[in-house]
Antibody
């Protein structure tokens, strides 16, 4: 069974750094693109970008280019989303999803990681 | 950047039929946009209902179907159930499949 398990909720202060994770189970982690999606409180879904764990090829949405960094570790079947300097406006739930960027394959979602940035 | 448009809200009676649509500011949505449909209930992660225009996940009830209709992607629910009440998001792919834009979501009420 395909599963994506994300790391737990985080509470951070503005200016701090953060890395959240998304671990894949039940499939060949290197073989599928993984996407990251932001959902601000009470708002809709936003496409942040995708990464191919096989070679770490990464494509960012223009809205998120330079704001976050995506990476993946094939050896641990884990994808990461990272901020170097958090802002209050980064407060949101972040989802990873296997298959975003593929078009013809089923998309499986992680359970989401809530990130709260507040002084 | 393109804008993907959905109806903000729709209401359907239990047992009734409703069609949600998903349009693109760049023109007609086609199969080359590999449209997806996701269901999200309050406090839950999105759940994929339809991918690649009309393909269903193993958990997608038969009453849901995806299609292209009048230049838009469409999600039709035939025989609505109370548990279908949710927010529905479409996703349209651009630049092949490596970029995507979500619609603003349709809040579907079953009443």
């Amino acid at each position: 069974e395909v599963q994506l398990v994300q790391s737990g909720a985080e509470v951070k202060k503005p200016g701090e750094s953060l890395r959240i994770s998304c671990k894949g189970f039940g499939y060949s982690f290197s073989a599928y693109w993984i996407g990251w999606v932001r959902q601000k409180p009470g708002k809709g879904l936003e496409w942040m970008g995708i990464i191919y764990p096989g070679d770490s090829d990464t494509i960012y949405s223009p809205s998120f280019q330079g704001q976050v960094s995506m990476s993946a570790d094939k050896s641990s079947s884990t994808a990461y989303l990272q901020w170097s300097t958090l802002k209050a406006s980064d407060t949101a739930k972040y989802y990873c999803a296997r298959g975003l960027g593929e078009g013809e394959v089923k998309v499986y979602w992680g359970q989401g990681t809530l990130v709260t940035v507040s002084s | 950047q393109a804008v993907v448009t959905q109806e903000p809200s729709l209401t359907v009676s239990p047992g009734g039929t409703v069609t949600l649509t998903c349009g693109s500011s760049t023109g007609a949505v086609t199969s080359d946009h590999y449209p997806y449909w996701f269901q999200q209930k309050p406090g839950q992660a999105p759940k994929t209902m339809i991918y690649d225009t009309s393909n269903k996940h193993s958990w997608t009830p038969a009453r849901f179907s995806g299609s292209l209709l009048g230049g838009k992607a469409a999600l039709t629910l035939s025989g609505a159930q109370p548990e279908d009440e949710a927010e529905y998001y479409c996703l349209v792919s651009y630049n092949g499949t490596r970029s995507g834009i979500f619609g603003g979501g349709t809040k579907l009420t079953v009443l």
